[in-house]
């Protein structure tokens, strides 16, 4: 591969967070200019902080990230910074050329509006540029971290799951962009049906080892290739552990029989100990998090909820409309629509006016026209993961919520949720966002 081809390099890269943390050893990997890659690997495994490598937010303790000469990079995250939430949304695009992925300070940007207009229709999304970025939705903020990346037009664009909090409609134009883009992508996604859609490689991080497998093909034809990979490696670890076996077994048997037989055990032995060295490291599966359970709230009958009206806002007017909605126990509504149109908000309301995780007193919260009954528990999980402390650990958001207060409880069910003892006292703040994911839906299960 000709060292002008590639856009980024690792050579024998390792890096750890404090110490026996290691999160990549010597890690080797190339890619090409205008490849598309996905990046793959369990949460935890070290897929974002490859970015934070790449983007020299972070520095490796040894080996060298090398990043061809005059490359531009810039980065879509998942999560809009708590600290750009008031920004208008000018102000949030001034950012994203003010400190560029490279850490180099550009002067004004004189044409910022027309340039916004323009990123805006690759996005396909439009609004007034005062507007203040905490008053998106969700699935609106995902678009504008994807469009703050694209309007720096760089060489190397990094993609954090960028297709979370996108609906449909999001997802297929954001897919049709990505086709057709001519430059360098790496993606970070767990979407099969979007990653194969554009995907010319795979770079997978294993958890286990530390390393990096690079594959070449869509995203369906590699993880075919994985798995064919990991029979054939299983077969043969399997062949050679019956041999070893039946080498043990011969070398006890000589070595019984004393004399010239102990030399003809001997060899047994070591033939044993070479079988051993044949064996292949194979990559052990993804854990997965167990299957799990809210708890129920015996006690309850009858209706748990009752919405009679909402509220609608069209060209700032607030128009109040009747609804005639009512949900029983076991019973599960499934809200949809289109980015933007306030199903977040509507749930947010709800679990507002009663408080997160507090005790209902059957009354209406007076802005949904909802009614949630006496006793009812709440529990809230937020996308942007806003009910979490970031200065909490682990140990200390999961407590707070264990109504036993039985470590043994909780941390059973942290385990469930992939939250080993490796990361309970890390502060939230420092996990991956999938993550903080699991500690939000793990804090759901305890309440």
Same mark, same amino acid.
């Given at each position: 591969?000709?060292q002008?081809d590639t856009?980024?390099?690792?050579?024998?890269?390792?890096?750890?967070?404090?110490?026996?943390k290691?999160?990549l050893? #010597?890690?080797d990997? $190339?890619v090409r200019?205008?490849?598309?890659?996905?990046?793959?690997?369990?949460?935890?495994?070290?897929?974002?902080?490859?970015? =934070?490598?790449?983007?020299?937010?972070a520095?490796?303790e040894s080996?060298?990230?090398?990043? $061809?000469?005059?490359?531009s990079i810039?980065q879509?995250?998942?999560?809009?910074?708590r600290t750009?939430?008031?920004l208008?949304?000018?102000e949030f695009?001034?950012?994203?050329f003010?400190?560029?992925?490279?850490?180099?300070t550009?002067?004004k %940007?004189?044409?910022?509006?027309?340039?916004?207009d323009?990123?805006?229709?690759?996005?396909?999304?439009?609004?007034p540029h005062d507007r203040?970025?905490?008053?998106f939705?969700? +699935?609106?903020?995902?678009?504008?971290?994807?469009?703050?990346?694209?309007?720096q037009?760089? =060489?190397l664009l990094?993609?954090?799951?960028p297709?979370?909090?996108?609906d @449909?409609?999001?997802i297929?134009?954001?897919?049709?962009?990505?086709?057709?883009?001519k430059?360098?992508v790496?993606?970070?996604s767990?979407?099969?049906?979007?990653?194969?859609?554009?995907? &010319?490689?795979?770079?997978?991080?294993d /958890?286990?080892?530390?390393k990096? #497998?690079?594959?070449? *093909?869509?995203?369906? =034809?590699?993880?075919?290739?994985?798995t064919? !990979?990991?029979?054939?490696e299983?077969?043969k670890?399997?062949?050679l @552990?019956?041999?070893?076996q039946?080498?043990?077994d011969?070398a006890?048997?000589f @070595?019984?029989?004393g +004399?010239?037989?102990?030399l /003809? @055990?001997?060899?047994m !032995?070591e033939?044993a100990?070479?079988l051993?060295?044949e064996k292949?490291?194979?990559?052990k599966?993804?854990?997965a998090i167990?299957p799990f359970?809210?708890p129920?709230?015996?006690?309850l009958? +009858? #209706?748990? %909820?009752?919405?009679?009206?909402?509220? /609608?806002?069209?060209?700032?007017k607030?128009t109040?409309?009747?609804?005639?909605?009512?949900?029983k126990?076991?019973?599960h509504?499934?809200?949809?629509?289109?980015? +933007?149109?306030g199903?977040?908000?509507?749930?947010?309301?709800i679990?507002?006016s009663?408080? =997160?995780g507090?005790?209902?007193?059957?009354?209406?919260d *007076?802005?949904?026209?909802?009614?949630?009954a006496a006793g009812?528990?709440v529990?809230y999980? !937020?996308? &942007?993961f806003?009910?979490l402390?970031?200065?909490?650990t682990?140990?200390?958001?999961?407590m707070a919520?264990?109504?036993?207060r039985?470590?043994?409880?909780?941390r059973?069910?942290a385990?469930g949720?992939?939250i080993? $003892?490796?990361v %309970?006292?890390t502060k939230i *703040?420092?996990l $991956?966002?999938?993550q903080?994911?699991?500690?939000?839906?793990a804090r759901l299960v305890?309440?």
């Open positions: 591969m000709s002008n856009v980024v390099s690792f050579d024998e890269v390792s890096f750890e967070y404090g110490h026996n290691p999160i050893d #010597e890690v990997l $190339s200019r205008g490849m598309k890659v996905t990046l793959m690997g369990q949460n935890g495994a070290g897929k974002s902080t490859l970015f =934070d490598l790449i983007t020299r937010t520095k490796p080996g060298q990230v090398n990043i $061809s000469n005059g490359v810039a879509a995250r998942q999560v809009i910074p750009y939430l008031d208008t949304m000018t695009f001034e950012k994203a003010a400190e560029n992925a490279q850490g180099k550009q002067g %940007i004189y044409d910022i509006d027309k340039r916004i323009e990123v805006l229709e690759v996005v396909n999304f439009a609004a203040v970025v905490r008053s939705s969700g +699935g609106q903020q995902a678009r504008l971290l994807l469009a703050s990346a694209l309007i037009n760089p =060489d990094l993609l954090d799951e297709t979370n909090n996108l @449909a409609a999001g297929a134009h954001l897919t049709d962009f990505l086709k057709n883009y430059k360098t790496i993606v970070i767990h979407d099969a049906d979007f990653l194969n859609s554009f995907t &010319d490689g795979v770079l997978y991080l /958890v286990y080892t530390k990096i #497998e690079q594959y070449f *093909g869509n995203y369906f =034809d590699v993880v075919k290739q994985i064919a !990979r990991m029979e054939k299983n077969m670890n399997a062949q @552990a019956k041999e070893i039946e080498n043990k011969k006890n048997f @070595a019984q029989k +004399g010239q037989m102990r /003809v @055990a001997k060899r !032995r033939k100990e070479e051993e060295e292949v490291d194979v990559r599966e993804d854990r167990r359970t809210i129920s709230q015996p006690e009958v +009858g #209706e748990i %909820i009752k919405i009679t009206s909402f509220k /609608v806002i069209k060209n700032h607030a109040n409309r009747k609804a005639a909605i009512s949900l126990k076991n019973v509504l499934l809200l949809r629509g289109p980015n +933007g149109i199903k977040s908000t509507l749930l947010q309301t679990a507002e009663v408080g =997160d507090n005790v209902s007193t059957g009354v209406s *007076g802005k949904s026209g909802a009614t949630i009812v528990r529990g999980y !937020r996308q &942007d806003s009910t402390n970031f200065e909490d682990v140990h200390q958001s999961l919520v264990t109504a036993s039985n470590e043994e409880e909780m059973t069910v385990a949720f992939l080993t $003892s490796d %309970i006292y *703040g420092s $991956s966002e999938g903080k994911g699991l500690v939000a839906f305890l309440e």
